[in-house]
């Protein structure tokens, strides 16, 4: 089992349990090229499937280059990724982030969320690795009925990693401000459900902007002020990860793609010299680099969303059956201490 230690100062860091059991437990703007990405972040991403894109931090400033699918000399963390070696590297850290499986939904855009997300779970358990942990970001139901939080509990308990951790998605909060996710899921964590870890010397923090939402995603005083006593103390060069369903930049307000009060968040993680937020919630791959701080939006497992402003409202898209795994994935990050490296290969439903 994988061991998680305790801060190095001692103060409390309200990490949550982590173990699925059996009983319930800019910026501001829009994107910029016409495909909702600047030049730079298409070449940035031209291999976001099948590619590992490498972040390296060099004189406090994230650098990404694509890596060699064959892990090539000098891809360190992300080439070993890439090919899916089952060796890891000591010190290495790897983990799976998945996304919006929406279990329970129903609709023409996928007849079969929970066969879809059972796909997912399959990829992860043949990635040749045992992940270190997996995240699933948010919208873990679609209706967040007691069936389907104990549905997609009972799917996760088949992942074969040591631990999971997950974010809340809107469709996880609706009609009870989150109580019946905070029941299945938030045991150990803080306030409505947010927490931090540290392993493999990468501070975590795991937030919620679902809740006391208006329009855009809203983390709230409470909650802001918690992240800035969480990361009091740490050291400007620890690698900061911060996870949340709603995206924490601008991608497309008008959509509600993004989070009215980050800002606040983003101000308190300029100091570190590598912060890299992942979030689910638009269906789609999409990153964005911002000084210090890299974003990468997730795909999903359920059904893809359209890029922004490609259609009236942000519904469900109808694709060709055999099409349909080609929007829907899972993506795996690599991290090896001392090389201040993150590798993220997002993958295609196979």
């Given at each position: 089992?994988?061991?998680?230690?305790d801060r190095?100062?001692?103060?409390?860091?309200?990490?949550?349990d982590?173990?699925?059991?059996?009983?319930?437990?800019?910026?501001?703007?829009?994107?910029?090229?016409?495909?909702?990405?600047?030049r730079?972040?298409?070449?940035r991403?031209a291999?976001?499937?099948?590619g590992?894109v490498v972040?390296?931090?060099?004189?406090?400033?994230?650098?990404?280059?694509?890596?060699?699918?064959?892990?090539?000399?000098?891809?360190?963390?992300?080439?070993?990724?890439?090919?899916?070696?089952?060796?890891?590297a000591?010190?290495?850290?790897?983990?799976?982030?998945?996304?919006?499986?929406?279990i329970?939904?129903?609709g023409?855009?996928n007849?079969d969320?929970?066969?879809?997300?059972?796909?997912?779970?399959?990829q992860?358990?043949?990635?040749?690795?045992?992940?270190?942990?997996?995240?699933?970001?948010?919208?873990l139901?679609?209706?967040?009925?007691?069936?389907?939080f104990?549905?997609?509990?009972?799917?996760?308990?088949?992942?074969?990693?040591d631990?999971?951790?997950?974010?809340?998605?809107?469709?996880?909060?609706?009609?009870?401000?989150?109580?019946?996710?905070?029941?299945?899921?938030?045991k150990?964590?803080?306030?409505?459900?947010?927490?931090?870890?540290?392993?493999?010397?990468?501070?975590?923090?795991?937030?919620?902007?679902?809740l006391?939402?208006?329009?855009?995603?809203?983390?709230?005083?409470?909650?802001i002020?918690?992240?800035?006593?969480d990361l009091?103390?740490?050291?400007?060069d620890?690698?900061?990860?911060?996870?949340?369903?709603?995206?924490?930049?601008?991608?497309?307000?008008?959509?509600?793609?993004?989070?009215?009060?980050?800002?606040?968040?983003?101000?308190?993680?300029?100091?570190?010299?590598?912060?890299?937020?992942?979030?689910?919630?638009?269906?789609?791959?999409?990153?964005?680099?911002?000084?210090?701080?890299?974003?990468?939006?997730?795909?999903?497992?359920?059904?893809?969303?359209?890029?922004?402003?490609?259609?009236?409202?942000?519904t469900?898209?109808?694709?060709?059956?055999?099409?349909?795994?080609d929007?829907?994935?899972?993506?795996?990050?690599?991290?090896?201490?001392g090389?201040?490296?993150?590798?993220i290969?997002?993958?295609?439903?196979?």
């Amino acid at each position: 089992m994988t061991a998680y230690p305790d801060r190095p100062d001692g103060r409390p860091d309200g990490r949550p349990d982590g173990r699925l059991d059996p009983a319930p437990l800019d910026d501001t703007g829009q994107p910029d090229g016409p495909n909702g990405m600047t030049r730079r972040q298409l070449l940035r991403h031209a291999g976001w499937f099948g590619g590992a894109v490498v972040l390296t931090v060099a004189s406090g400033e994230v650098i990404s280059h694509i890596a060699d699918r064959s892990g090539a000399p000098g891809t360190t963390a992300a080439g070993a990724m890439a090919a899916g070696a089952g060796t890891t590297a000591s010190g290495a850290l790897r983990f799976v982030q998945v996304s919006d499986s929406h279990i329970g939904f129903q609709g023409p855009a996928n007849m079969d969320v929970a066969g879809s997300f059972s796909e997912a779970i399959r990829q992860v358990n043949s990635l040749g690795f045992r992940p270190d942990f997996v995240m699933h970001s948010g919208d873990l139901t679609h209706l967040s009925t007691p069936s389907q939080f104990d549905q997609v509990r009972q799917m996760m308990t088949g992942m074969r990693t040591d631990r999971v951790f997950t974010v809340p998605g809107e469709h996880d909060s609706i009609g009870d401000a989150g109580r019946a996710y905070r029941h299945t899921f938030g045991k150990g964590t803080l306030g409505e459900g947010w927490y931090s870890f540290d392993t493999h010397g990468v501070h975590f923090i795991a937030l919620v902007n679902t809740l006391s939402l208006e329009k855009l995603g809203h983390l709230g005083e409470e909650q802001i002020e918690f992240v800035r006593r969480d990361l009091r103390g740490l050291s400007s060069d620890t690698p900061i990860v911060v996870f949340s369903h709603i995206p924490l930049f601008a991608m497309y307000p008008r959509w509600g793609w993004s989070t009215d009060d980050a800002l606040r968040v983003i101000a308190l993680l300029r100091r570190f010299s590598s912060v890299t937020c992942l979030n689910g919630h638009v269906h789609q791959l999409f990153t964005k680099t911002d000084g210090n701080i890299t974003f990468h939006s997730a795909t999903t497992t359920a059904y893809p969303l359209p890029k922004p402003g490609r259609a009236p409202a942000p519904t469900p898209q109808v694709v060709p059956a055999r099409q349909l795994k080609d929007a829907l994935g899972i993506r795996t990050v690599g991290y090896r201490q001392g090389d201040r490296e993150l590798a993220i290969k997002d993958e295609r439903l196979t």
